[in-house]
């Protein structure tokens, strides 16, 4: 199993990034996916989860009304959409299928002015 994450980057708040991440190892449709995020020094937090079909998804509430999950089966791959980005933001972002790691590298989001 193996995720790959990418489009994190440098952004000022207020800004909008969209992540992608890329599963190999196994095919997502059907499957919980979440989106996390860790702080250096502090625990990885969930910030959004979607449902198998894509149907449901949940957010944390520092995410709701600025982060959109979504899924696209056909190309195996999870996004997360941010918007309204703050400084508090900033993080390394994961995805992961609930339970089935280890994790990937993560891509690196950071808000600054």
């Known amino acids: 199993v193996k995720y790959v994450e990418s489009g994190g980057g440098l952004v000022q708040p207020g800004g909008s990034l969209r992540l992608s991440c890329v599963v190999s190892?196994?095919?997502?449709?059907?499957?919980?996916m979440n989106w996390h995020r860790q702080v250096p020094g502090k625990e990885r937090e969930l910030v959004a989860q979607?449902?198998?079909?894509?149907?449901?998804?949940e957010y944390a509430d520092f995410a709701k009304g600025r982060f959109t999950i979504s899924r696209d089966n056909a190309k195996n791959t999870v996004y997360l959409q941010m918007n309204d980005l703050r400084f508090e933001d900033t993080a390394v972002y994961y995805c992961?299928?609930?339970?089935?790691?280890?994790w990937g590298q993560g891509t690196q989001v950071t808000v600054s002015s």
């Open positions: 992961m299928r609930p339970g089935f790691g280890p």
């Open positions: 190892g196994f095919t997502v449709s059907g499957y919980v």
């Open positions: 979607i449902s198998g079909r894509g149907t449901t998804t």
